[in-house]
């Protein structure tokens, strides 16, 4: 009795302690239902499970930073693999690109909002595992600076706060005084500030 009891938790907790990806054909790159954006990287705690900001950059464009920094948005969907401020609240819809203020010293360039044509970045949706809690979320894995496929996207110290960059594919290089920070984006809905 005592044994099975036993046996029967022990399942119970490795049941909800291992989260199981799903198998199956890929993941639609279209998430019509708005969502935010939940960095991830527990090595870095300035950034580990801040958001994905907004800031009214001028010119029609919002530029990207991590909270709490420019406003918390719930209003992102995903359009064939492109990051998009929904077109339901923002006329002309304001797509995620990856262009200017390239820096050498790492060899990355920033990602920002525009309504313009600037190669776009492209993700692809999977699942991964929440770090902190092992829930099964949805990702995004990066895919493409427009036609030039590969790459990492990741965030920088920039004036006492952290912005978005991409970083080229074969990239042998890193700035020691402004550490770039691999991050995770995994797709969160009715996030709220807490
Ligand atoms: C994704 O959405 C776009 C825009 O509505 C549509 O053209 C495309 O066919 C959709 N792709 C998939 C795989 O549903
Ligand atoms: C945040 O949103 C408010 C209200 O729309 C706006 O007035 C303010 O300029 C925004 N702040 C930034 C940093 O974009
Ligand atoms: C920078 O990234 C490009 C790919 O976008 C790569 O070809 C190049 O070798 C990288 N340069 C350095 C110095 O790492
Ligand atoms: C966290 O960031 C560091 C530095 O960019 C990187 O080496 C590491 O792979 C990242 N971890 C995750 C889970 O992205
Ligand atoms: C989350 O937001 C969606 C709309 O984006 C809504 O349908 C849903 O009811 C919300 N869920 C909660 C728990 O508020």
Redesign the pocket.
């Known amino acids: 009795m005592m044994q099975s009891l036993a046996l029967l938790l022990t399942s119970i907790i490795a049941a909800s302690s291992a989260c199981t990806i799903p198998t199956g054909p890929p993941l639609s790159n279209n998430i019509t239902?708005?969502?935010s954006l939940q960095l991830q990287n527990a090595s870095n705690p300035d950034v580990h499970n801040h958001f994905l900001n907004i800031w009214d950059w001028g010119g029609g464009d919002q530029h990207l930073f991590v909270s709490p920094s420019g406003n918390l948005t719930?209003e992102l969907q995903l359009i064939d693999g492109v990051i998009t401020l929904s077109s339901a609240f923002w006329d002309p819809p304001r797509r995620a690109v990856i262009n200017g203020e390239y820096e050498p010293l790492d060899n990355t360039t920033k990602m920002f909002m525009t309504e313009r044509g600037d190669p776009r970045a492209i993700w692809n949706v999977v699942y991964g595992c929440n770090p902190d809690t092992d829930a099964l979320q949805l990702q995004l894995a990066f895919k493409a600076r427009g036609d030039e496929l590969g790459g990492l996207l990741g965030v920088r110290p920039f004036n006492g706060m952290y912005d978005f960059r991409w970083k080229g594919p074969g990239t042998s290089v890193n700035d020691p005084n402004r550490p770039w920070t691999h991050v995770t984006l995994a797709v969160v809905?009715?996030a709220t500030l807490s």
């Open positions: 239902q708005g969502f719930s809905h009715n």
